[in-house]
């Protein structure tokens, strides 16, 4: 196998082939690497967004009427998570049902998910969490005005849980228990007035503001970034190994290294091309073997004479006198 220098890999990559070839792989490899840095931007966005959840949630800013946030059956828009908001209604006790699974310090528990009719609609308000679904959990009565956080509306997940309870706080959902028009979004409970019995008292325990699952640097991000990395330089490597294999073929039809002037073209008008034969290849040589044997096949002549002759047959002819 002919060595390639690096002469013959410029000369190679410099045709008209290896340069389309680069070019594409050029565009492949920047889609990559684009897509890379994208994904890495995508990290740092979550990290952005777990700041600013908790900035809105701290801030001491004034809670505004949930009305000129988000109405009765509205779509809910980023824009209005996690704003301080109030509003004025009536709990409906007996509506009232239970969200298992639900982490406070580290133990599992349940939320506490009460109706608060608000005219002919009606608002989720998780009012907190408990470790005993068995916990009396009356909430206050009359007109009450709450002071929460807005959340989202979870989705739907398909689940058994026993009777007055709901897998998730989905509106979707619970839209069928208690009747509409209903908020597409929950409210996270901070105070009300009247108060609900404090925690202390064996009321529920007020829950914090749900960390977002997909903030922080996170390592998925990370992972898709340096494989798309990786795919671009592996279309880079695809592109050199191409190039040296050019290159070597080009020295293998040249049969040998390549003429400086030849660009590694075999030369024109001098023989045909390797393999194919000629009328000389096939013909022997005159001049072959060595100056022992030319002379061995002279001195060796006439005795192959002589015995041609002594083995033909002898002729007898009569002569007529």
């Known amino acids: 196998m002919p060595k390639v220098t690096f002469r013959d890999f410029l000369r190679s990559a410099l045709t008209l082939r290896m340069l389309a070839l680069f070019l594409g792989l050029v565009v492949v490899a920047g ?13 740092s966005e979550r990290a952005e967004q ?16 949930l009305n000129s946030i988000l109405k009765p059956g509205q779509t809910f828009v980023g824009a209005a998570e996690n704003q301080r908001i109030t509003i004025t209604g009536e709990y ?83 839209v069928n228990r208690w009747g509409g028009p209903i908020w597409t979004g929950y409210v996270l409970l901070e105070g009300s007035d009247p108060a609900q019995l404090p925690a202390a008292d064996g009321g529920p325990h007020l829950l914090p503001l749900p960390e977002p699952e997909d903030a922080g640097l996170n390592l998925q991000n990370l992972a898709y970034a340096f494989e798309w990395w990786i795919f671009g330089g592996f279309f880079t490597m695809l592109w050199i190994r191409s190039v040296r294999d050019h290159a070597r073929r080009r020295k293998e039809i040249a049969g040998g290294p390549s003429d400086p002037h030849s660009n590694g073209e075999p030369p024109t008008g001098s023989g045909t091309p390797e393999g ?46």
């Open 50 to 65: 777990k700041l600013a959840a908790e900035a809105a949630a701290e801030a001491n800013m004034e809670p505004q009427p």
């Open 92 to 174: 409906e006790a007996a509506d009232q049902v239970l969200v298992p699974n639900r982490i406070l310090d580290g133990d599992a528990g349940f939320g506490v998910l009460t109706p608060l009719r608000v005219g002919d609609a009606v608002l989720p308000v998780l009012r907190g969490w408990i470790a005993d679904p068995t916990q009396e959990l009356d909430p206050p009565t009359g007109e009450v005005t709450i002071v929460g956080v807005l959340r989202p509306s979870e989705g739907m997940e398909p689940q058994q849980v026993p009777e007055g309870q709901v897998s998730r706080i989905a509106s979707a959902d619970l």
């Open 31 to 43: 889609v990559c690497i684009r897509l890379g840095s994208w994904q890495l931007d995508r990290a």
């Open 276 to 321: 194919s034969g000629s009328l000389a290849d096939s013909a022997p040589s005159q001049d072959s073997g060595s100056p022992a044997d030319s002379e061995s096949a002279a001195g060796s002549a006439p005795m192959d004479a002589a015995n041609a002759a002594s083995s033909r047959p002898i002729e007898v002819r009569e002569v007529s006198s």
